[in-house]
């Protein structure tokens, strides 16, 4: 689970990356992961992920 998690992250950091109007506004360290507060805003943070195998019942 934790790789699917580490991709989906992966994928939305460099979609936002990609996307150049969004960064202008964020500015350079305006995208973090998970546990780092932003020190200036707007900012984009993605907070805590889980991930479960709701298969198995």
């Avoid at 109007?21 to 932003?38: E, F, I, N």
């Amino acid at each position: 689970m934790a790789n699917a998690v580490n991709a989906l992250l992966a994928a939305l950091q460099q979609a936002v990356k990609a996307d150049t109007a969004l960064m202008a506004a964020l500015g350079p360290q305006g995208l973090s992961d998970r546990t780092v507060r932003p020190q200036r805003f707007p900012a984009l943070v993605v907070g805590t992920v889980e991930a479960g195998d709701f298969s198995t019942g």
